[in-house]
């Protein structure tokens, strides 16, 4: 008898610790079933904020920021800070499909998340990725997966996915004149079906807009010049994009 009730003892003590082993992932599954999905609108123009805090860099932590910052400018949360930090939340992937993307913020996020392993990858208008202080040569050097267009029509979406799972999207162009000067809006939202369309979207267009499908010599009637890759001399590849001119006119 005294053994049966030591095995019984012995078995309840086991059966305890596994309950207790488990019961941490049993408390997460419960809290992210009632977690609800992610809704959040952001409006702009946004106050101009230090983001520093946000885009260090790993292992360039600066000590005490935010009071620690050298710069004069507020500290406090902005439709800009809010849009970085949905940004910087990715973990395994970031599709974007920008026409316009020089705001040097959003570029140096998009190059932080690659520093940490995320797969980005880039869809982009050609002729805006040419102007001055786009973000577009600058993220292809960083080793930035980019594809654009080779259409008389602008590549106009204005879409991120962050992880598969959250949908940005919404009136704004990425740039600092939009970020600080336009009426704008900005959709955050986890929503399944949404997520799913604009993705199927993004591959739809990624695939379309394959390099190896550029046509480098168009025919005239599409007025599109387009320069050919270069190098380097010595071998390394140098960045590059083409410059298309295009006869799209009367079009916004």
């Known amino acids: 008898m005294g053994r049966l009730r030591?095995?019984?003892?012995?078995?309840?003590?086991?059966?305890?610790?596994?309950?207790?082993?488990?019961?941490?992932g049993v408390l997460r599954w419960l809290r992210s079933r009632r977690r609800r999905p992610r809704?959040?609108?952001?409006?702009?123009?946004?106050?101009?904020?230090?983001?520093e805090a946000l885009l260090r860099a790993p292992g360039a932590a600066l000590a005490g920021l935010p009071e620690g910052c050298p710069c004069g400018l507020p500290h406090g949360e902005s439709?800009?800070?809010?849009?970085?930090?949905?940004?910087?939340?990715?973990?395994a992937s970031l599709e974007l499909c920008l026409f316009a993307f020089s705001s040097p913020q959003l570029g140096r996020a998009v190059?932080?998340?690659?520093?940490?392993?995320?797969?980005?990858?880039?869809?982009?208008?050609?002729?805006?990725?040419?102007?001055?202080g786009s973000q577009i040569g600058l993220l292809r050097k960083a080793g930035i997966q980019v594809r654009h267009d080779q259409?008389?029509?602008?590549?106009?979406h204005k879409f991120a996915i962050v992880d598969k799972r959250v949908l940005i999207t919404g009136s704004l162009n990425w740039t600092t004149q939009a970020i600080q000067n336009n009426r704008e809006n900005v959709l955050i939202m986890e929503d399944d079906e949404y997520v799913r369309l604009f993705l199927e979207e993004f591959e739809r267009?990624?695939?379309?807009?394959?390099?190896?499908k550029y046509t480098f010599f168009p025919q005239k009637k599409k007025s599109h010049s387009c320069a050919p890759p270069v190098s380097r001399a010595g071998g390394k590849s140098l960045s590059w994009h083409r410059t298309c001119r295009t006869s799209r006119q009367n079009q916004t």
């Open 111 to 132: 190059q932080l998340l690659h520093q940490r392993g995320v797969r980005v990858r880039v869809v982009t208008d050609c002729d805006y990725m040419a102007l001055n």
């Open 205 to 212: 267009i990624w695939e379309e807009f394959n390099p190896t």
């Open 79 to 91: 439709a800009l800070s809010r849009l970085l930090r949905a940004l910087l939340a990715a973990r």
């Open 39 to 51: 809704r959040e609108v952001l409006f702009f123009p946004s106050q101009v904020t230090c983001t």
């Open 151 to 156: 259409d008389l029509g602008y590549m106009h």
């Open 6 to 24: 030591w095995q019984v003892a012995a078995a309840a003590a086991v059966g305890l610790a596994l309950a207790l082993e488990a019961l941490p």
